[in-house]
């Protein structure tokens, strides 16, 4: 490493509970100056790192976010950028390596991987993911509906369990119920499914469902949903994707 290059971390703190972060994460979090996220992650660790200085910006300005880690950490900070789940996983971590090739100043971007929201939902639900399984985010804002479609069908015929993040919201509100009726044209609709609400914070909530009545469930951004594939099998009320061993 060049002793010269200014490091930034970008820290995944998982749903925000204090016993869901990691050691490496909560290192970080010590060395700070500063922690840089949305106020929504940064509220979570006002109990623990409300001394540290904290700065934010509304949503949908995460480009200047980002810039803003840049230029506390060219002042001589110690700099965070803090997510919710893992900053890799629709997270910051990728904008902020773009967002430095625009400085010329040397930079180390240093990604502290968090529990996502697929992880942790699926311990909550059983085992639903425990085969090949994808993760596909109903949220168009950044990603066109068409692709969205195709990911969507591909992985229906692909047979995998699937992950599904941000499904519903209020610009958004069948978007859930859109997708169970793509997944339908190739999966019956008596799918093993199911979902939770809150992961790791106060007030969580689960169910397991068929894919019939997940789409008509009402759920938030806060929620993750699973799809099972073929083999998916609800072992004492828990969804459970078998991994093959008792064949």
């Not at 509970?17 to 990691?22: A, Q, V």
């Not at 397991?208 to 929620?223: A, H």
């Amino acid at each position: 490493m060049n002793e010269n290059k200014r490091i930034i971390h970008v820290i995944g703190m998982g749903p925000g509970s204090d016993d869901m972060i990691t050691k490496e994460a909560k290192d970080a979090l010590d060395q700070s100056d500063v922690l840089i996220g949305y106020n929504v992650y940064l509220d979570l660790l006002r109990d623990n790192y409300g001394y540290k200085e904290m700065l934010s910006t509304p949503m949908k300005q995460e480009v200047e976010r980002c810039r803003m880690c840049f230029e506390e950490t060219i002042k001589g900070k110690r700099v965070s950028m803090v997510c919710s789940g893992d900053a890799g996983i629709y997270g910051m971590a990728s904008i902020m390596f773009e967002i430095s090739e625009e400085y010329e100043e040397e930079f180390e971007i240093k990604v502290i991987p968090g529990i996502t929201a697929a992880t942790s939902g699926a311990a909550v639900l059983g085992a639903p993911l425990n085969h090949d399984f994808c993760v596909i985010s109903l949220s168009d804002l950044l990603t066109p509906w068409e692709k969205i479609e195709k990911r969507l069908r591909a992985a229906a015929e692909g047979d995998f369990a699937i992950s599904i993040y941000n499904p519903s919201s209020k610009k958004r509100h069948d978007y859930l119920k859109r997708a169970c009726e793509i997944l339908m044209e190739s999966i019956e609709d008596d799918r093993p499914c199911g979902y939770v609400k809150n992961i790791g914070r106060e007030g969580t909530e689960c169910k397991v469902c068929t894919l019939r009545e997940l789409s008509v469930e009402e759920v938030d951004m806060f929620t993750t949903v699973f799809v099972g594939n073929s083999q998916t099998r609800i072992i004492d009320g828990k969804l459970v994707t078998p991994r093959g061993y008792k064949r």
